[in-house]
Nanobody
Framework: QVQLVESGGGSVQAGGSLRLSCAAA????????MGWFRQAPGKEREIVAA????????YYGDSVRGRFTISRDNARNTVYLQMNSLNVEDTAEYYC?????????????????WGQGTQVTVSS
């Protein structure tokens, strides 16, 4: 069964915006952290942003802070990543993931559930 399904990726020119969505199964969506990671070819998977289950507390990787916004709609079991001011360095496969209580929000190895990924390509 598919637990997490990303959508919204595509190609955009530098300076543009994209909004990614992650639809989650209810039992997966209720985990302590929902996060977005990205991985470019030949590079390690890195944290983009994370959001806690309650309270709306968010966390951001240094490279995206101020440009990207993570949010969640609990009624729809959906997590979003609004990406503004995109640059070529943002080109990567973007993954939605979930981690349980006790995890470190930025630690890729603490996330047990992963989507299939959606490609974001920024040109110019």
């Amino acid at each position: 069964q598919v637990q997490l399904v990303e959508s919204g990726g595509g190609s955009v020119q530098a300076g543009g915006s994209l909004r990614l969505s992650c639809a989650a199964a209810r039992r997966t969506y209720s985990t302590y952290y929902m996060g977005w990671f990205r991985q470019a070819p030949g590079k390690e998977r890195e944290i983009v942003a994370a959001i806690r289950r309650t309270g709306g507390i968010t966390y951001y990787g240094d490279s995206v802070r101020g440009r990207f916004t993570i949010s969640r709609d609990n009624a729809r079991n959906t997590v979003y990543l609004q990406m503004n001011s995109l640059n070529v360095e943002d080109t990567a496969e973007y993954y939605c993931a979930a981690a349980s209580y006790g995890s470190v929000w930025y630690n890729v190895n603490d996330y047990a559930y992963w989507g299939q990924g959606t490609q974001v390509t920024v040109s110019s």
